[in-house]
């Protein structure tokens, strides 16, 4: 099977970078934000503690002290890519934290805020599949009409045992649900999906990628499980309860879940970014330029692209 003509690049997956100029003509770029929220899975609401991974900064944006405003957030990113590189479009990301935990109408104030800032085209907003109630969806799909809006859904795995294990305070049906919620507005799903889980192998990662093939998903991003100081999987990790993943068996697996997922689905991260002030391991991950480069090659070696294998017939759904 040949390549989709549509992604007009020479990669072996629909990376984002040729979505947007697929979609825009030009680079896009995302501007991180802070907009001060917290998280249902750490204030009680729907766990407390938070996901075993996370090290309760929500990323590594959060800064201490009073926090800018959404507009000038997006004024000191414009800047950096200005100067930077050649600039473009800008997408306004949404990040910290769960970013529609909060009133409809504080939603509505801080996204029309960075809607309003000239050259952002659009939103990407992080949150979880529990916290996107029909107001929040309907606020969106409202944008959506007009503006090209992301919502960005934290899963990691399908596997119900597995995101107990993780402590994500949400079940799969939850997720199946905020999609279908979703997609009935044209917001573009985007899901987190991470490989290396404790108590996964090789098959848990593929039946994930092939139950997000068969939902209306149009972006994912990947990476593997990072250890971090601070947080409880860095602990088992210190104490030697946990084995992470090597890059070998995460290119592999990358590679397997590439081909199965459908060619229109944008694959917008394939690495993390880990903190180095906590960063535990594995090791490899810090340089991301390698991982990538290791799994263009084994996608060359193996003379494949993404998509190859999708197969609607194949579908799993839980
Ligand atoms: S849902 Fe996100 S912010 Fe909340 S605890 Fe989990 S990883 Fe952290």
Redesign the pocket.
């Given at each position: 099977m040949a390549r989709p003509a549509f992604w007009h690049n020479t990669k072996r997956y629909y990376d984002l970078k040729s979505y947007w100029h697929n979609a825009f003509g030009c680079n896009v770029y995302k501007l991180p934000i802070d907009a001060g929220f917290t998280?249902?899975?750490?204030d009680g609401r729907a766990g407390t503690g938070?996901?075993i991974?996370?090290d309760?900064r929500?990323s590594r944006l959060r800064q201490d002290g009073a926090l800018p405003a959404v507009t000038e957030q997006i004024r000191r990113g414009k800047a950096f890519y200005t100067e930077a590189r050649k600039a473009g479009k800008y997408v306004a990301y949404f990040q910290t934290?769960?970013n529609t935990y909060g009133p409809v109408d504080h939603l509505r104030e801080i996204y029309d805020e960075a809607l309003g800032c000239e050259d952002v085209i659009g939103l990407s907003i992080g949150t979880?599949p529990d916290c996107v109630p029909d107001d929040v969806l309907d606020l969106l799909g409202g944008y959506a009409e007009q503006k090209h809006v992301w919502l960005e859904f934290?899963l990691q795995s399908i596997h119900e045992e597995t995101l107990r294990l993780l402590n994500?305070?949400h079940n799969m049906g939850q997720f199946v649900d905020a999609c279908e919620r979703a997609a009935k507005r044209n917001l573009n799903i985007c899901v987190h999906v991470i490989i290396g889980l404790p108590g996964e192998d090789k098959e848990h990662c593929l039946e994930t990628a092939r139950t997000l093939a068969s939902l209306p998903i149009r972006g994912i991003k990947i990476h593997s499980l990072l250890a971090l100081q601070g947080t409880v999987l860095g602990e088992w990790f210190e104490k030697g309860e946990v084995d992470l993943i090597g890059r070998e068996e995460y290119v592999d697996i990358v590679c397997d879940v590439l081909e199965i997922l459908p060619s229109e689905v944008v694959i917008q991260r394939l690495t993390a970014d880990g903190y180095r002030e906590i960063f535990l391991g594995p090791a490899w991950a810090i340089n991301k330029r390698a991982v990538l480069n290791a799994i263009d090659a084994e996608m060359k070696r193996r003379d494949s692209h993404q998509g190859n294998k999708f197969c609607k017939q194949n579908l799993s759904l839980v």
């Open positions: 998280c249902p899975n750490r938070g996901c991974y996370c309760g929500g934290f769960t979880r934290g994500r305070g």
